[in-house]
């Protein structure tokens, strides 16, 4: 009885074990694990540009490190982050002339996917009154089970300012730190950080509004109110709900990403058994695929059902609720009679015909729509009439659009951020930190 036991807790022993390294082994497999425990410290990060420095031909060495004499060019990375910089710490020794002290070095590692350093690279970190430039002294790797490589560098204290390396600065990059360990740059161009930047504002501005319009807290969910029903039928307010856009908003993660509090989504009715066939021939679904030619076979109005199902939280409100099926309206039904557009039948008559809307007009916010089909890059112009929306159009265009807008806006950061990696090798080894001769 007694080799039994012992038996059984060799195994639960042994099981045990091999979980510790399984779970040792996938803590390999990620390439900053390493790094959890060391803090990041934000530089300023003057990265060699191989392509604009030139070498003594002979030597192989700069004429000059630093001044108008010098034939190093470098990349400057904004708000760079190094890990494991401890703090500085000097010796003291005795010297010919009294007490001397050693050189102020240390050393730090930059994780993977980021930048390539090279020796005569600089840094700069910024104090309360002072600001102290590192060079790069020495440069290693190192690798993970996985494959994926660090460097580690070794640096000294060089000047107490950088100003001199401004002269030598021929590109400047900003550095996210939220793009690290995905498939999206986290070294952008200046100018495409510059224009991301704006468009993310303009995405979450869009998102507050859109959750101050429509979010409806009686049903805890986005409502619209149709105004041509209200004044036709009868003086009380009639809401309708749109399922299939929620479900767009649900997949595409539409209201994450803000500032204020996440408000969950979720559906408010019971789907349908062929809920998922009509989403996928819905105007929704085509703008998911971003397929153009789809616009004029895809569903693109509805009629609305009223909602009687008590097992709702429609049920317990006093006021009358309508749901989107995406039907074409039937007056023998008990059902709203008027289809609702989703998107305006002119709109996708431009979209199709690749032809913008003028300037200053109510219909210069679709144009984003219209380059996004199109594959026609976005500009800052296309952010100001978004903000020609205010909190006080409560209608049903801006129910729809809104949401569109967001994707839309979204995608091309996604697409500008992941374009260094995906659009050629000239671009990622020419132009970005790092860059191979």
Not at 154 to 178: A, Q, R, T
Request: proline residues 3%.
């Amino acid at each position: 009885m007694e080799v039994l036991i012992v038996g059984l807790l060799n195994v639960q022993h042994k099981t045990m074990t091999q979980s510790v390294i399984d779970l040792q082994k996938d803590l390999l497999k990620n390439p900053f694990y390493l790094f959890n425990d060391k803090k990041g410290t934000p530089v300023e990060y003057y990265n060699i540009n191989t392509t604009r420095t030139t070498l003594d031909p002979a030597l192989k060495i700069t004429y000059a490190e630093h001044g108008p004499e010098s034939s190093l060019r470098f990349n400057l990375i904004h708000n760079f982050y190094l890990y494991g910089i401890d703090r500085i710490a000097t010796s003291l020794e005795n010297g010919d002339f009294g007490i001397e002290a050693s050189e102020i070095t240390g050393d730090a590692i930059i994780l993977p996917n980021t930048i390539h350093p090279y020796v005569g690279d600089n840094f700069v970190i910024s104090m309360i009154n002072q600001r102290y430039q590192f060079n790069v002294t020495s440069v290693t790797t190192d690798t993970f089970e996985n494959g994926g490589n660090y460097f580690r560098i070794e640096y000294k204290l060089d000047h107490l300012d950088d100003h001199e390396l401004h002269e030598l600065v021929v590109d400047e990059f900003e550095f996210i730190s939220g793009n690290i360990g995905t498939n999206y740059a986290s070294v952008l161009h200046k100018t495409k950080y510059d224009v991301c930047k704006q468009l993310d504002d303009a995405a979450v501005n869009m998102k507050e509004l859109f959750k101050g319009l429509y979010y409806n807290n009686k049903v805890q969910t986005y409502t619209f109110v149709y105004l041509y029903r209200v004044c036709q039928w009868n003086m009380n307010s009639d809401y309708f709900y749109d399922p299939y856009m929620m479900e767009f908003i649900i997949r595409n993660k539409i209201l994450e990403n803000t500032d204020s509090k996440y408000d969950f989504v979720d559906h408010k009715t019971t789907l349908r058994p062929e809920f998922m066939i009509k989403y996928n021939r819905s105007i929704w679904k085509v703008l998911e695929t971003r397929e153009k030619n789809e616009l004029s076979s895809c569903k693109h109005s509805s009629a609305a059902v009223y909602i009687d199902d008590p097992g709702t939280i429609f049920g317990t409100r006093y006021e009358d609720y309508f749901e989107l099926n995406y039907n074409d309206p039937d007056p023998v039904a008990e059902m709203f009679a008027n289809a609702i557009d989703i998107l305006d039948p002119q709109v996708i008559g431009h979209i199709l015909e690749n032809q913008l809307f003028d300037q200053d007009t109510k219909y210069t916010k679709y144009n984003m729509l219209i380059k996004y089909f199109n594959h026609i890059d976005l500009g800052i112009e296309d952010i100001i009439p978004l903000e020609r929306i205010t909190e006080t159009e409560n209608n049903t265009e801006n129910y729809f659009l809104i949401p569109m807008l967001i994707f839309v806006i979204e995608f091309y950061i996604k697409d500008m951020m992941s374009r260094v990696d995906v659009k050629g090798k000239e671009e990622l080894h020419n132009n970005i930190p790092g860059g191979r001769k």
